[in-house]
C-alpha cells in the first residue's frame, strides 16, 4: 500500500512560481513510477509530467509539451517525494493537482518506462488547487 500527500497549492499571478510536493510512503521512491496530472473544472483529468529513478542517483523525467521549459519535476530520495517546479505559470495551469504511484515497475532504466496515462498509476493523492490570475 502506497499513500501519498501532496502539498503546496495556492494562488499565484501570472508569470509567478509555485512549487508542488508529493510525500510518498509504504515504498521507496525509487521502487516507484511517479507522475502528476492536473484536472481543471470541466475537463478531463491530464498528464503533467513523470519521473522513476535507476536505483541510484538518476532520474528519468517526461512531460507534457504544454509544460515543457516552464515545470520541472525532480525526487527527493532522502525525504522520499516528488517535488514539481513550476515556474512562469499561465492562467490555463490552473487547475487541482493530482501525484500518482506505480508500484509495478520497480527501477527503470530510461524515459521509455515512464508512465502518461491514468490507467498505469495504481495509488492517487488527495489533490491540491493551483490557482493562476492573470
Known amino acids: 500500500q502506497v499513500q501519498l500527500v501532496e502539498s503546496g497549492g495556492g494562488l499565484v499571478q501570472a508569470g509567478g512560481s509555485l512549487r508542488l510536493s508529493c510525500a510518498a510512503s509504504g515504498r521507496s521512491l525509487r521502487r516507484l513510477n511517479m507522475g502528476w496530472f492536473r484536472q481543471a473544472p470541466g475537463k478531463e483529468r491530464e498528464f503533467v509530467a513523470a519521473i522513476c529513478s535507476s536505483g541510484g542517483r538518476t532520474y528519468y523525467a517526461d512531460y507534457a509539451d504544454s509544460v515543457k521549459g516552464r515545470l520541472t519535476i525532480s525526487g527527493d530520495n532522502a525525504k522520499n517525494t516528488v517535488n514539481l517546479q513550476m515556474n512562469n505559470l499561465k492562467s490555463e495551469d490552473t487547475a487541482v493537482y493530482y501525484c500518482?504511484?506505480?508500484?509495478?515497475?520497480?527501477?527503470?532504466?530510461?524515459?521509455?518506462?515512464?508512465?502518461?496515462?491514468?490507467?498505469?498509476?495504481?495509488?492517487w493523492g488527495q489533490g491540491t488547487q493551483v490557482t493562476v490570475s492573470s
Open positions: 500518482a504511484a506505480d508500484p509495478s515497475s520497480g527501477y527503470c532504466s530510461g524515459t521509455y518506462a515512464l508512465h502518461r496515462e491514468i490507467y498505469q498509476y495504481d495509488y
